[in-house]
């Protein structure tokens, strides 16, 4: 189901020392306890990342208009090049600058073609979702005037009467102008503070990456991805002893004196099942080229440590060989049956992710996870127990 809103699970787990036996003196060392919380964030708020770092609308507007404005080809260019014409100032253009409400609109039908693109930087995240707290319909993300009228008609893109959107900042002064920098703040207060500031308070930044998938959507939505992920570093890293102290008194008084800071970023290559093994050394060196330049820009001055792997939560694969690999489907009987996917299918992972690189390019399977009825034999999966024994330090 799709997650509308962060969810928690809090554990108490004891880790026992694979090396106390009885016949080690170890053995009568108590087991370490570690106390877990997992916060699960809705990945749509992360294109809201830019709304934790400035906390003036002024400079959020700025830095989406200039995102825009890269966006050269594909991912609804022709639809940002609109919105960022029409947002231009008379007075260095020459062309009278549109009214808000035209703004507004013209904004929504660019949402709308990200959308329809499956582009991941639709900002407010709440244009997905209408007053209902209902998901933006497949039917209507498939279409782009759908779309439109659904984000125009249904959602709230802010919060209900409310609408945030960018503008110039030839617009600071007018009454337009401050009231949306008025539900910028308001945003930034009821949603985005409470979706991602509590991963100020994590001591690990785990980020789930599904580098096949990117590597079918082209070099805009790596490109995307990036920025946004440097974006929350950016929020979340303490700069230096002082801050780490000054952001964990901050955190004791807003999120609870048991949070941390982050000291590690984990950019995790997920679905790790959809590539080949024979290309998992390339697949390693893809993710942590994308943990790279994402922390570039604070790992000089941030003192938490980078980290870089693969898994899969469920892995589909019953077996491969150099020529095939072979997962499970449902059938139209509702039967389980095997399907095979060439390898021949497969174009090499890059050593490197590549400047630019057409779409279609790269094809994978798109395994179909099936769960085992009896909840008491979990599936299989790969590199979670890996992840986990480096997560809690377990030798």
């Known amino acids: 189901s799709k997650t509308l809103a962060n969810e928690e699970y809090r554990a108490a787990v004891r880790i026992a020392d694979a090396r106390r036996t009885k016949w080690n003196p170890r053995h009568y060392l108590p087991d370490s306890r570690k106390h877990v919380t997992l916060i699960d964030i809705p990945g749509e708020r992360f294109a809201d990342a830019d709304m934790l770092r400035f906390d003036d609308y002024w400079d959020w507007s700025e830095e989406v208009l200039h995102r825009l404005s890269s966006m050269t080809e594909g991912d609804a260019a022709e639809e940002a090049a609109t919105f960022v014409r029409a947002c231009d100032d008379e007075k260095h253009t020459g062309r009278p600058q549109a009214p808000v409400d035209q703004l507004r609109g013209l904004y929504q039908r660019l949402l709308a073609g990200l959308v329809q693109r499956d582009h991941p930087f639709i900002t407010p995240s709440t244009a997905l979702i209408d007053a209902n707290g209902q998901f933006l319909p497949d039917e209507a993300a498939a279409d782009s005037d759908a779309a439109f009228r659904w984000i125009s008609e249904r959602a709230q893109c802010g919060l209900p009467n409310a609408p945030v959107f960018p503008l110039p900042k030839s617009l600071r002064e007018t009454e337009a102008g ?16 409470k979706s991602l500031g509590p991963l100020k308070g994590c001591r690990d930044l785990l980020v789930l990456v599904d580098v096949a998938g990117i590597l079918e959507l082209g070099p805009q939505w790596k490109n995307t991805l990036c920025d946004m ?167």
């Open 178 to 193: 401050k009231q949306v920098a008025a539900n910028y703040k308001r945003y930034r207060s009821e949603v985005v503070i």
């Open 229 to 395: 992920m440097s974006s929350i570093v950016e929020a979340v890293s303490p700069h230096s002893l002082t801050g780490r102290a000054l952001q964990r008194v901050w955190r004791g008084a807003t999120l609870g004196w048991g949070s941390d800071y982050v000291r590690r970023v984990w950019f995790v290559a997920a679905k790790c099942d959809r590539v080949h093994e024979s290309q998992y050394k390339r697949l390693d060196n893809l993710i942590d080229s994308l943990n790279r330049e994402a922390t570039q820009s604070v790992i000089g001055k941030s003192r938490f440590t980078r980290r870089s792997t693969r898994v899969a939560a469920i892995d589909c694969i019953i077996a491969s060989d150099q020529k095939e690999m072979r997962y499970n489907k449902v059938n139209s009987d509702g039967e389980v049956e095997p399907f095979v996917f060439p390898v021949a299918k497969m174009v090499d992972l890059p050593d490197a992710f590549a400047d630019d690189w057409p779409v279609g390019l790269y094809a994978f399977a798109e395994p179909e996870i099936i769960l085992p009825k009896n909840r008491g034999n979990p599936p299989k999966q790969r590199g979670l127990d890996s992840l986990t024994a480096k997560l809690f330090g377990i030798r």
